[in-house]
């Protein structure tokens, strides 16, 4: 799975820190999102499709790396 | 639809006496027959009336709909406050760039980590409020002796407004929010509260301290009347949103022994006032906001120029999204459901600001107010509870209890 960030979008809302603090964070300058991995493990992947959903901006989208794991 | 409409509801539709809890019935009735309905604005214009889950998402993060309160179509509950709100907007009525703009100048202050950094603030705040409440008495109004306190202490804490303020801030943030105030009224309090913190961030711009209200006072890209939209901003969302929460909470939960034996366990706390933000969502009224295109949503079709309110709390309660096979009906409070998906801070780039803030809030007030009270009752017979029906925040006049 690929998470991407667009921080154009971020509205600093901090949904994502607190559904997922272990890799989302919050930049200390601007206030916008920053990933803490860029690999993740399976477990996480309902909670990353969460933090996308939660997102208010948008900013947050989640790549499956198979169809297959679509339907979750 | 739009050719030949139902009959619209009425805005702001009535609370219900029997359900003091839920969406007005109105508005219940409502989502139960179309996501997207009819509905009539005080001044005799209607507008569109959004009550499912995934329309209210949509027009709160679509950019066609607006949130810029200076367009002449917006919708909007009071008659005759157009003037008066559209003179010079604080950011959550404006759309991206200049909301943005100004909401960015503060959201290094509502970080998460700085706000799990305040929770033992917190904790001294919600332990002195419940020893003030409790001293050498056995009886208090819940709502003066601590849910008020608490977030305004918070709040003054944060902006760097005097805590002794107090009662005039909270006087004036009740005549803003209330829907019966007369148009002279608001205009007075509005003016009352630009001018007492245009004057606070004067001096703190002589003599910068370490709060909200000293950073915004000394930027060179703010006017002093921007400093004090934003403040008043904070300042009432910062305190009636949480008061109100904290109050209709407990009411809520007092004849409800199960559910308060869930908030002693620290790991239940966070998901269960998820639950309780997601059951009372007390911005009752709705969030307006007006198309800025054609658009096509829950089988309406929505004109550019019309107006729309996202209704939150029918959202919140939509039972293809909280439901679910063998779940808790959405209509009920569950506790251990998973209501991380809820609306009640809204959606889009307006969403709540401080929900970090006001998380850290409820979870401790309400997690400490209970362990610490446990024989909390309440003082009155439950039907005699007096709501706060006349509020663009939902929430209760007065909470007597005893313990």
């Known amino acids: 799975m690929q998470v991407n960030v667009d921080r154009d979008r971020c509205c600093s809302s901090g949904m994502c820190v607190t559904t997922m603090p272990a890799v989302f964070d919050q930049d200390d300058q601007d206030s916008l999102v920053i990933l803490r991995q860029i690999t993740f493990r399976p477990d996480q992947f309902a909670d990353l499709r969460l933090a996308a959903q939660l997102c208010p901006g948008g900013a947050i989208t989640v790549t499956e790396d198979e169809p297959a794991e679509l339907d979750d | 639809m739009t050719s030949t409409p139902a009959a619209a509801i009425p805005m702001p539709a009535p609370h219900s006496a029997g359900c003091p809890f839920g969406p007005p019935p109105a508005y219940t009735k409502a989502a139960a027959t179309a996501a997207v309905t009819r509905a009539d604005l005080p001044e005799g214009e209607s507008c569109w009336l959004a009550t499912g889950y995934a329309e209210v998402r949509t027009i709160l993060s679509d950019r066609r709909f607006s949130a810029d309160v200076r367009h002449p179509n917006f919708p909007l509950l009071l008659p005759g406050r157009r003037e008066i709100i559209a003179e010079n907007p604080n950011f959550l009525r404006l759309d991206d760039p200049e909301h943005a703009r100004l909401r960015r100048m ?6 998460v980590k700085r706000v799990e950094a305040m929770r033992p603030a917190v904790q001294q705040i919600v332990d002195e409020a419940l020893d003030r409440m409790t001293q ?10 601590f849910a008020l306190p608490v977030p305004s202490l918070v709040i003054c804490l944060l902006l760097g407004v005097p805590y002794e303020d107090r009662e005039f801030f909270q006087s004036v943030s009740r005549t803003l929010l209330s829907n019966t105030s007369t148009l002279e009224k608001l205009s007075e309090a509005r003016d009352e509260l630009l001018d007492y913190l245009s004057g606070l961030a004067a001096r703190k711009r002589e003599q910068p301290e370490d709060d909200i209200l000293s950073r915004l006072a000394v930027r060179d890209d703010l006017t002093p009347r921007d400093v004090a939209g934003t403040g008043i901003l904070l300042l009432i969302a910062g305190h009636e949103t949480t008061a109100n929460m904290i109050s209709l909470s407990t009411a ?13 366990d620290p790991a239940a706390v966070p998901g269960a006032v998820e639950e309780l933000l997601r059951h009372l969502t007390i911005v009752h009224t709705g969030l307006p906001r007006v198309a800025l295109e054609d658009v096509e949503l829950g089988g309406a079709t929505i004109k550019a120029g019309d107006g729309v309110i996202a209704m939150l709390s029918t959202a919140n309660r939509d039972e293809t999204v909280f439901g679910g096979a063998g779940g808790t009906p959405a209509d009920e409070l569950d506790l251990d459901r998973d209501a991380r998906r809820h609306l009640a801070f809204g959606f889009g780039v307006h969403q709540c600001l401080g929900q970090p803030l006001a998380r850290a809030e409820l979870q401790i007030a309400l997690a400490t107010l209970f362990r610490r009270l446990p024989g909390l009752r309440l003082a009155i017979p439950r039907d005699e509870l007096a709501f ?13 209890v005893t313990w």
């Open chain 2, 136 to 145: 050498g008495r056995t009886e208090a109004d819940l709502v003066t002796g």
């Open chain 2, 106 to 111: 503060v959201t290094g202050d509502f970080l």
């Open chain 2, 252 to 264: 809520l939960l007092l004849d409800r022994p199960d559910h308060v034996a869930r908030l002693a």
């Open chain 2, 388 to 400: 706060r029906t006349d509020s663009f925040i939902y929430g209760m006049r007065s909470l007597p």
